[in-house]
């Protein structure tokens, strides 16, 4: 028990390297192993869960290399990174199942480094999420953005252009917060986060300190895709193969969030992020711009990858609000949005990519008529469109709901406004897709005559993980409270909540 | 005009309904609706205003042919045929003659999926 | 039944198993739903709650009282009317949403607090529109678009209202609310729903063009909903007099005026909770008394009027009155059944209309308010005229068509539900008893003294009348009439060229720029000297890619990040140090 903290990474890390090896030969068998790795991994992950909530939260901590701490890095399984770990996982082990087919579609030939990329990628995420180390998050960090970029860089002809560009920013940004880790470590001494924590109290007015602060954040925010970073990442998300990015969307930008948040509460002293400096405030106002800016553009869209890029923009910015509000029940909101958005992204990504196997097409005016020739897809479609704009009691409900809790007891009426304004346009531009894909094709003069490809539903290792995240959806919505109360509420504790 | 029996009965209900106002209590009126034979003038009188308002002022601002707002094939197209049908008939009807668009709109899309509903009826 | 849950999961709990039932049981399961759920509500008694805690908050799902009961019995009953009209139905898609609406609004009527009755309340808001969607025409399609649209947009005001008052008061109990602006725009969402003017025009949008068997459903839930809602959250405010006033006048004149003879009704249903708003708005005992029995008698007569012309409109294959006329002799037991609801909800007497109406109307005098009195005795002049008198004349009588209408024989169910429908009516007409024993307060009123025959005999007969002199002048006209939905409809391109594309705009403008300024900026800097030489930027690549995929576009936007982040950084800290 006290080794899963280590397991979870180590055992993707092996997995990837297998699968390499083994990927030479055959991808049917990279691919077997890469899912192997992250099936274990997400069993472990749920133990990890598990023993964390009969704990109490307290953390289960582990010393790699048997080197003690702070000199040894650690890595340390609390109600935060469990949470994290469990969902990123989950989703590893979805997106896997999911993804032969779409990538013999998509990226033929190139399975043998897709599927280490993968696990590569989960295991850089984990890390992060896992680490006690901020110096370690960086590497683990970089890890994961490497082989996201070959994930994301054999997708569309604008692929590899749109990934040259996420790496530069991305290689800022990891500059910037390796920068950062600098300063902090000549003022404080120490990577290690608990020791940090207890030394930062007095350093708080050190100027090297601030400037640490303020360089990981903006480090962080350029991988989170904090407007206006987020630059980079529509085209990424249009061009990238649906594999990529039913990966890389729910999780990837979603952990640097994390970060921030870790840095947060954890490792500065309470009131840095609020009083001392108004980081806090600054993230939930250009959130808030960002809701607004992704939302608005999300209308326009006429490719539905595109739309979903511009709509997780603004769905970040909710993340960024719920940090921004900085008390309990907005923080709280910020993290179920992680895991909410997350499965629905993830989900609407998912289906993207069975669309475009059977009718060959990512615009949405060519859906037209998917409605019919894929029911049960389209109703796991339909879930999600329910859990984007916020209906209960799927998962987006909830989040929505202590979020705007949050920003009422906060008396931040501008950001009220702005998400349930967000909420509106969510639900125009994903209603526009359900109208299309339901509407009967022969009344539809104005449609271009679209044979499917190939009819019918999408093949069965898409559809389940499909109809799985679809009721992950609604069951974790259905759960949302029971997850707040036997995790969040811990995590938010040092805001005083 | 020609006094059937059923002129005959609704006269006799309207002078019944008058009578009314010889039984019950004599109280001195209090507000309007007490004085007698208000309820029937009302009646007859707020029928004629309501009409003139409707019939006089905000029909002739306010009206616009049905299809104002686009085509608006549906209120009031309730035939059996299912959209699907009917977009067959309209899609056969120019290339051949009369026998096929018949058959057209009678059997629906072939090889269609089973599609649960009928939009058309229930 | 096992502790008070809430009615309403029974329905919903087989709106999500009747896909499974095999099609040819799946009606007869359908009635088992309200059934049981009747059976259930009989053991209630008021005063019963269930409490949960959920996380940090109190929740009580269930609350039961008088005014919720009442709303409970007849919301149950009428879905088992309903889905006895509906046996013929092999649409599992609406038998399921039909269920999923009963149940939710059964779910927001007996919920405590504000967090169940927005979770209901959202979630009936995607049921109903489905009933209107089912009808699969490219207008239902887009009516039920707008339905939703409209829907969610009083959701949004709900939740925000609802919000701010727990972050107020920071209590979730739902029950009368202070004035405040949580309370105001808690108000504005309940207003949507009940389709308060100017927020009602979605009612004659989505109604007429819902399935025969869903607009039913429709007719008997979202309003009633909403009126149970204002009348326990804002008993007695007065801008509500005003407002149901408003409605009632309003509805009534676009129902003198409609065609299509569903629209007739969904207008006047405006018409109709304008009395119930008006009702709430007075506060006294016997005003509320007035709107709550008026809200279950005109869920059993509107949904009986429904039915009705459903009925007809499934014979006939028609709605408009302009394309009917003279069916009297082909359908004569639709008629009947018709006149049993026109006359119930003209409140003539021995009907069940007379017995709840005139309440409100009382309630209206007693609380001293001759104008408003004398304006709901037009309105009721109206109700009479346009669906007592207007719409069943030109339908079953009047001039035939000139095209002949054939008439298709009609399903033994639906005779059935119209039957228990009309039944019902004139029992609780005769003998209202029943139905003021459950009311909220106790009743003193009696429909049935000589003041009220002679008012209900006078004013319905006297309209006849009136009607019968001007019976040419009131002809239909194949026509509609604008109203608030003109806003949103007018031309959806307008809209859109109006609101979303400036924004839009604006935000890809800003986009745009930034890309472009970089690339300027990279094309500066890629020789400097023979700018600072010829003053003109270097030379351009050769393909003309679009600013943003040049690579050292992005490199250029990175260093300029990198520079302005630096320089914050030294202005913070200089600043602080």
């Known amino acids: 028990m006290s080794q899963i903290p280590a397991l979870i990474p180590t055992s993707l890390l092996l997995a990837s390297l297998v699968a390499l090896l083994v990927g030479l030969k055959s991808h049917r068998a990279a691919h077997l192993i890469a899912l192997a790795g992250a099936v274990f991994a997400f069993v472990c992950s749920i133990l990890g869960l598990q023993a964390v909530i009969q704990g109490d939260g307290e953390a289960i901590r582990y010393a790699m290399g048997a080197w003690v701490p702070p000199i040894g890095i650690e890595f340390v399984l609390d109600s935060l990174a469990a949470y994290m770990v469990t969902l990123i996982t989950f989703i590893g082990v979805m997106v896997l199942i999911y993804a032969p087919r779409s990538l013999a579609l998509e990226t033929p030939g190139r399975q043998g480094m897709v599927y280490p990329s993968m696990t590569l990628v989960l295991a850089g995420l984990v890390g992060m999420c896992l680490t006690g180390d901020v110096f370690n998050l960086y590497v683990f960090l970089e890890i994961a953005a490497l082989a996201a970029y070959a994930l994301l860089a054999i997708g569309d002809r604008g692929a590899p252009v749109a990934t040259l560009r996420y790496l530069l920013f991305g290689a800022v940004g990891g500059g910037f917060y390796l920068l950062g880790v600098a300063y902090l470590y000549f003022a404080a001494g120490t990577v290690n986060m608990a020791d940090l924590s207890m030394r930062l109290p007095e350093l708080m007015e050190s100027r090297a300190v601030i400037v640490a602060a303020v360089l990981m954040v903006v480090g962080l925010g350029v991988k989170m895709a904090l407007f206006p970073f987020h630059l980079w990442l529509p085209d990424v998300y249009t061009n990238a193969p649906s594999v990529s990015a039913g990966l890389i969307a729910p999780i990837m930008t979603k952990v640097s969030a994390y970060a921030i948040i870790r840095l947060f509460l954890d490792v500065f002293p309470p009131g840095f992020f609020t009083e001392s400096l108004p980081i806090a405030t600054t993230i939930g106002w250009v959130s808030a711009a960002g809701i607004l800016f992704g939302s608005v553009l999300a209308v326009a869209q006429h490719d539905y990858r595109r739309m979903l890029a511009y709509s997780s923009v603004g769905q970040l910015g909710y993340i960024g609000l719920g940090i921004g509000l900085a008390n309990p ?169 | ?62 009206d616009r042919p ?41 059997s629906g899309r072939p090889g269609a999926p089973t599609e649960p509903s009928n939009g058309g009826e229930g | 039944m096992f502790g008070a ?36 509500i009989s053991g209630f008694t008021p005063g019963m709650t269930t409490s949960w805690t959920l996380a940090t908050f109190e929740l009580t799902p269930v609350r039961v009282d008088p005014l919720a009961n ?29 269920l999923l609406y009963a149940g939710s609004a059964l779910g927001a009527v007996y919920a405590g607090d504000l967090f169940t009755l927005i979770f209901f309340w959202e979630i009936m808001a995607f049921a109903s529109a489905y009933l209107v969607w089912a009808r699969r025409t490219d207008e239902s399609y887009a009516s039920a678009m707008r339905y939703l649209f409209v829907h969610i947009f009083g959701g949004s005001l709900l939740l925000g209202g609802i919000l701010w008052q727990i972050s107020e008061t920071g209590s979730l109990a739902f029950n009368t609310f202070e004035s405040g602006w949580p309370a105001w725009l808690i108000l504005g969402g309940f207003a949507v729903n009940a389709a308060v003017v100017p927020f009602h025009a979605w009612i004659a949008d989505a109604y007429p063009r819902g399935t025969i068997t869903g607009s039913v459903f429709l007719s008997a839930f ?55 708003v008006t009702g709430i708005g007075i506060g006294t005992e016997l005003a509320l008394n007035g709107a709550t029995s ?85 309105a009721s002049v109206g109700t009479f005229l346009s669906v007592g008198l207007k719409l069943p004349w030109f339908t079953w009588f009047g001039s035939k068509p000139d095209t002949p209408v054939t008439v298709k024989p009609i399903p033994w169910n639906m005779y059935a539900a119209m039957g228990i429908g009309a039944g019902m009516n004139i029992v609780l007409g005769v003998w209202p008893a029943p139905l003021y024993g459950i009311l909220p307060y106790e009743v003193t009123f009696d429909p049935y003294e000589l003041k009220g025959l002679k008012k209900g005999f006078q004013i319905l007969l006297f309209t006849g009348l009136a009607f019968y002199l ?98 914050g950084i030294l202005v913070v800290v200089s600043l602080r140090g």
């Open chain 3, 470 to 567: 001007i019976v040419d002048r009131l002809k239909p006209k194949p026509k509609i009439q604008l109203d608030t939905d003109w806003v949103y409809r007018v031309s959806k391109d307008a809209a859109w060229r109006f609101m979303v594309v400036p924004v839009q705009r604006v935000f890809a403008w800003g986009e745009r720029t930034s890309w472009a300024a970089a690339s300027t900026l990279a094309r500066l800097g890629i020789d400097p000297v023979s700018v600072a030489r010829t003053g003109r930027p270097g030379p351009q690549t050769d393909d003309h890619r679009s600013a943003s995929t040049e690579l050292r576009v992005p490199m250029t936007l990175m260093v300029l990040i990198s520079a302005a982040t630096i320089v």
């Open chain 3, 294 to 378: 008026h809200a279950y008698t005109h869920i059993l007569y509107k949904g009986l009027l429904f039915m009705a012309t459903g009925a007809l409109i499934y014979a006939t294959g028609r709605s408009k009155m302009t394309e009917l006329g003279g069916l009297f002799r082909q359908t004569p037991a639709i008629f009947w059944f018709y006149m049993v609801a026109a006359l119930s909800i003209s409140s003539a007497p021995f009907f069940s209309g007379f017995i709840s109406k005139p309440m409100t109307i009382a309630g209206a005098e007693y609380a001293g308010t001759p104008t408003v009195v004398l304006l709901l005795h037009l």
């Open chain 1, 329 to 497: 029940l907005g923080m709280i909101g910020g993290l179920l949005h992680i895991l909410n958005h997350a499965l629905m992204k993830g989900l609407l990504f998912m289906i993207g990519g069975a669309v475009r196997l059977r009718f060959g097409t990512t615009k949405i005016p060519e859906y037209v008529g998917v409605g019919r020739a894929m029911p049960w897809t389209m109703v796991a479609f339909t879930v999600g469109v329910l859990a984007m704009v916020g209906i209960p009691p799927t998962a987006g409900f909830f989040s929505k709901w202590y979020l705007l809790l949050g920003a009422a007891d906060a008396g931040a009426w501008i950001w009220f406004a702005v998400i349930i304004a967000s909420s509106l346009l969510s639900a125009i531009y994903f209603f526009r897709v359900v109208e299309m894909i339901y509407r009967d094709p022969e009344t539809d003069s104005a449609v271009a005559d679209h044979e499917p490809r190939e009819a019918g539903e999408a093949p069965a290792s898409m559809f389940w993980p499909i109809t799985i995240m679809a009721t992950a959806v609604m069951a974790v919505g259905i759960f949302n409270v029971l997850i707040v109360s036997a995790l969040l509420e811990r995590v938010v504790a040092p805001l005083g909540g």
């Open chain 3, 222 to 276: 979202t309003t009633k909903t909403a009126v149970y809602t204002m009348a326990r959250g804002f008993p007695g405010w007065e801008i509500l007099i005003w407002a149901g006033l408003l409605m009632a006048l309003y509805g009534v004149t676009y129902a003198i005026l409609s065609n299509d003879i569903r629209r007739v009704l969904a207008y006047h249903i405006v018409s109709q909770v304008g009395f119930m």
């Open chain 3, 5 to 40: 849950f809430t009615p309403g999961l029974i329905l919903i709990a087989f709106a999500v198993l009747l896909p499974f039932v095999p099609k040819a049981t799946r009606s007869w399961v359908f009635l088992a739903a309200p059934i049981l759920a009747l059976l259930h």
């Open chain 2, 66 to 106: 049905e299809d104002f707002y686009g085509p608006e094939d549906a209120e009031g197209d309730w035939t059996s045929q299912s959209p699907a049908a009917r977009a067959d008939a309209r899609a056969s009807s120019p290339a051949t003659g009369t026998a096929s668009d018949v058959s057209a709109e009678t």
């Open chain 3, 70 to 98: 009442v709303f409970g019995w007849i919301f149950a009953l009428v879905t088992l009317i309903g889905g006895i009209y509906a046996i013929h139905l092999k649409d599992v898609g609406q038998q399921s949403s039909a």
């Open chain 2, 1 to 62: 005009m020609k006094l059937t029996i059923w002129h005959r009965l609704f006269g006799l209900a309207l002078i019944g309904a008058l009578s009314l106002e010889l039984l019950g209590d004599r109280t001195t009126p209090v507000e309007v609706w007490d004085y007698p034979l208000f309820f029937a003038l009302m009646g007859l009188f707020g029928c004629f205003i309501l009409s003139l308002v409707a019939k006089g002022i905000v029909s002739p601002a306010l």
